[in-house]
């Protein structure tokens, strides 16, 4: 009888489903996961978190506009505590926004895109307060981006 015409009885589905089926199986969800936990990390509590730099505003556009050598020291996804004068705060699309003066100049600045729970300490501040933000540096093209940034208390 062709293999193809073959009942599949109980001793087959057992050699089906055998043990290099489930480690394949195994194999895969753990794969799976690992990337699932890479590309959506856990948001860390940026109250708590410990700032790995720390930097006034017109020395960090100094810093990531001057040689090469002194923007290796920062890279993406850092926690940075940046002080600055208060530019312009934006509550635009429910996205609280405070933009940091970082020099006599429109550009560049530093921009902290606040996290949710900083609305009611953010709508207190006023142009050209001076004040100290929390964030994850996400990289610098015309302003140097922060996200998830809290304001620190003194």
């Known amino acids: 009888m062709p ?7 109980l001793g087959n589905v057992k050699n089906i489903f055998g043990a290099r089926f489930w480690f394949i199986v195994l194999v895969v969800a753990l794969v799976a996961s690992g990337l699932w936990f890479y590309f959506n990390p856990i948001e860390k509590d ?23 050598s002194a923007q290796k020291n920062i890279k993406a996804e850092k926690v940075v505590e940046i002080t600055g004068a208060v530019k ?24 902290c895109d606040m996290l949710k729970g900083e ?7 006023q142009m050209g307060d001076t004040v100290k933000v929390k964030g994850i540096y996400k990289g ?6 922060f996200l ?5 208390d003194e």
Request: with cysteine; net charge neutral.
């Open 119 to 125: 609305r009611e300490s953010v709508r207190k501040l």
């Open 140 to 145: 610098f093209l015309k302003d140097a981006i």
């Open 148 to 152: 998830n940034c809290v304001i620190v």
């Open 88 to 111: 312009e705060v934006n509550d635009r699309n429910d996205r609280i926004t405070i933009i940091l003066r970082a020099g006599l100049e429109d550009h560049p600045a530093v921009i």
């Open 3 to 9: 293999r193809a015409l073959m009942k599949v009885t």
């Open 46 to 68: 940026m109250a708590k978190v410990e700032p790995e730099f720390f930097y006034k505003a017109p020395d960090l556009i100094s810093t990531l506009t001057g040689d090469q």
